[in-house]
């Protein structure tokens, strides 16, 4: 039962049409895929990067539960940041509050 209720759960989030064209009909998708810096430690994961049929590069961060929305908000502009140093344009943040079916975006 906790799987069936699980899909279910899940099969609404993703064909919301907010959300829809970051999980069908895009050109391109990576997830949870480490973005890397040369000299530099550090690894950037964001949770979801879409090249759409629209043109634009989304960047998705999956949130449950309460928002945080500076602290988000500054996560997904590094993430953003990052693709637009690597070249990439028409670059959209986006965080997705999922248990309450929220969409900000992040510019």
């Keep these: 039962l ?12 993703i064909t919301d ?3 829809l064209q970051w999980f069908e009909g ?27 049929a629209s043109g634009t590069v989304a960047v998705i961060d999956y949130k449950f539960g309460k928002e945080h929305k500076a602290q988000y908000e500054k996560q997904v502009k590094n993430y953003m940041n990052l693709l637009l140093g690597m070249g990439y344009e028409n670059v959209r ?15």
């Design 26 to 52: 895009f050109e391109k998708v990576v997830a949870e895929r480490p973005i890397m810096l040369k000299n530099k430690e550090a690894v950037y994961r964001p949770d979801r990067v879409v090249w759409t």
């Design 17 to 19: 049409d907010a959300v």
């Design 93 to 107: 943040g986006f965080l997705w509050y999922v248990d309450d079916n929220k969409i900000v975006e992040v510019k």
């Design 2 to 13: 906790e799987l069936d209720e699980a899909y279910s759960y899940l099969h609404k989030a």
